[in-house]
Nanobody, 124 residues
Framework: QVRLEESGGGSVQAGGSLRLSCATS?????????????MGWFRQTPGKEREFVAS????????YYSDSVKGRFTISRDRSLTNIYLQMNNLKPEDTAVYYC????????????WGQGTQVTVSS
């Protein structure tokens, strides 16, 4: 099965930085190598719906950001296309959330693989 594992979360003061990593491994049920069309980061706080943060297209590498993080966060990937990163600068208390890595498998209509999440806490 496909696995996504996040790392890099933690606690930081407002204005600080963190870098999240997401590593993919395994194969889909078909047994074929895992092919995805996009990978992204989402976040969720208690009592709220999960929200989109940033994404990167597998083909071409186009990136997209939510308005709330644009200019502060940067999504990137490695050349193997199996790992993505989220550089978070100038963090604000409202960025506090559990951050999830996600992947949209080739042929899927939406993100269909998710990590377990990593906590990011920003104190004022």
């Amino acid at each position: 099965q496909v696995r996504l594992e996040e790392s890099g979360g933690g606690s930081v003061q407002a204005g600080g930085s963190l870098r999240l990593s997401c590593a993919t491994s395994g194969r889909p049920a078909s047994g074929r190598p895992f092919s995805h069309v996009a990978m992204g980061w989402f976040r969720q706080t208690p009592g709220k719906e999960r929200e989109f943060v940033a994404s990167i297209r597998t083909s071409g590498g186009s990136t997209y950001y939510s308005d709330s993080v644009k200019g502060r966060f940067t999504i990137s990937r490695d050349r193997s296309l199996t790992n993505i990163y989220l550089q978070m600068n100038n963090l604000k208390p409202e960025d506090t959330a559990v951050y999830y890595c996600a992947a949209q498998q080739l042929g899927a209509t939406d993100y269909n693989h998710w990590g377990q999440g990593t906590q990011v806490t920003v104190s004022s």
